[in-house]
């Protein structure tokens, strides 16, 4: 495949996608097939790079529950919510994650979590900003969760983010 979102578009459930390193300029958005998608030389070495095009990586309502995503830096996402990480409406698992040098206009300059109960482990966001959203009183850098969000976490780094008004980690 020539991209990511290729192999994921075409992906039968249960599959194993393998990423080898590099860095890839996409935005990716998973799908309602449940996958394993794994960067194989781990987030220091597979690059998801949004190239400021929008969210790098979205997990939303119609993607699956039952999908994983491991080993990838996310990097260089602009969006209004989750410039490098948008999981709404659904509880994937996320793994072995870095994520940074995103940015929000409004909230969740990393991630952004809302109605939604990932499980997150090895998780570090680093260095994303979110900017003065008009919509929120706080634009929460590292991590904005909202609407009964939930997530179920364990090694997760929160550090060097900043936000427009308040709150830079979650």
Do not use: K, W
Not at 83 to 103: A, C, K, M, Q, Y
């Amino acid at each position: 495949y020539l991209t990511i979102q290729e192999a994921i578009d075409d992906a039968t459930p249960g599959r194993l996608i393998c990423v080898q390193p590099g860095t890839f300029y996409e935005n990716v958005s998973m799908s309602d097939t449940p996958i394993h998608l794994v960067g194989i030389g781990g987030p220091e070495l597979t690059v998801i790079d949004g190239d400021s095009l929008g969210t790098v990586l979205r997990f939303e309502a119609d993607a699956s529950d039952d999908s994983t995503i491991e080993g990838f830096t996310l990097t260089h996402g602009l969006a209004d919510n989750g410039g490098g990480l948008l999981v709404v409406g659904v509880s994937p698992t996320i793994r072995s994650l870095r994520i940074e040098d995103n940015t929000a206009t409004q909230m969740g300059g990393g991630v952004y979590l809302a109605a939604a109960s990932p499980v997150m482990e090895d998780v570090e966001v680093v260095g994303n900003t979110a900017l003065t959203g008009e919509f929120y009183s706080a634009a929460y850098g590292g991590i904005g969760i909202t609407l009964n969000a939930a997530p179920v976490v364990s090694g997760l780094t929160v550090t060097g983010n900043t936000g427009g008004r308040a709150a830079v980690g979650v």
